[in-house]
């Protein structure tokens, strides 16, 4: 159980260009989602908190017009990284949380290449 | 505010040696969860355990332990006879319950740790 998929796995864009990144919870509810970036050896990087049916909660320094956040049903949240740019290029991931308990269970990941 | 140190960056260990991670934690808060998740070359997070604040009981699965002591404010990961397929970079994570109910919160994460089996 606790199977969270993500959309698609890799993606090269010219710059200036829109992304959209799925992720879903497959076998369970989960109220709050999030999405994370890491760097090249690096540690994760919360980006913001999405909440099912509200707008989603971004960290300090992460631009809400540049990275949209839609949590439409108790199973997918999407991310669109709007008007992409070569800084841009990471891997993204996001994770899913049950309704009660506090674990949160990963995507597999995106990377995003921008050219 | 909530900090997790990970001070080893790199570990490297030939296969059916042990290894122990080590993770310490900051946090003021009485009530809360300690993870470990395992990332693979693939990229996934995978999952490991998770450990509340009024447990300090010691766990064990299969070739994994982890050692919980709040006298140290840490909680290391032990692997017993470690193998290839062990190599990956391993995080240590915590998170404190944003509300009485235990509604989500945010995880705050270690800079992990890579470890590396040699055959």
């Known amino acids: 159980g606790a199977v969270v998929s993500q959309h698609p796995s890799r993606v090269i864009c010219k710059s200036g260009t829109s992304v959209k990144i799925e992720c879903r919870s497959l076998?369970?509810?989960?109220?709050?989602m999030f999405w994370y970036r890491q760097f090249p050896k690096q540690s994760l990087m919360l980006m913001a908190t999405s909440n099912e049916g509200s707008k989603a909660t971004y960290e300090q320094g992460v631009e809400k017009d540049k990275f949209l956040i839609n949590h439409a049903s108790l199973t997918l949240s999407t991310l669109t990284v709007t008007s992409a740019h070569p800084e841009d290029s990471s891997f993204y991931i996001c994770s899913a949380s049950l309704v009660l308990g506090d674990t949160q269970y990963f995507g597999p990941g995106t990377r995003l290449t921008v050219l | 505010a909530q900090k997790v140190t990970q001070a080893q960056t790199e570990i490297s260990v030939v296969e059916k040696e042990d290894v122990t991670l080590d993770c310490v934690y900051e946090?003021?808060?009485?009530?809360?969860?300690l993870f470990w998740y395992k990332q693979p070359p693939s990229g996934e997070l995978v999952f490991l355990i998770r450990?509340?604040?009024?447990?300090?009981q010691n766990e064990i699965s299969g070739r994994y332990s982890w050692n919980f002591q709040k006298s140290t404010s840490s909680f290391n990961f032990t692997i017993t006879a470690s193998q290839v397929v062990d190599s990956a970079v391993y995080f240590c994570a915590l998170s404190v319950p944003l509300s009485y109910t235990g509604a989500n919160s945010k995880l705050t994460f270690g800079k992990g740790i890579t470890l590396s089996v040699r055959p």
């Open positions: 076998d369970f509810q989960a109220t709050t």
């Open positions: 450990r509340n604040s009024f447990d300090e």
């Open positions: 946090t003021r808060d009485t009530t809360y969860y």
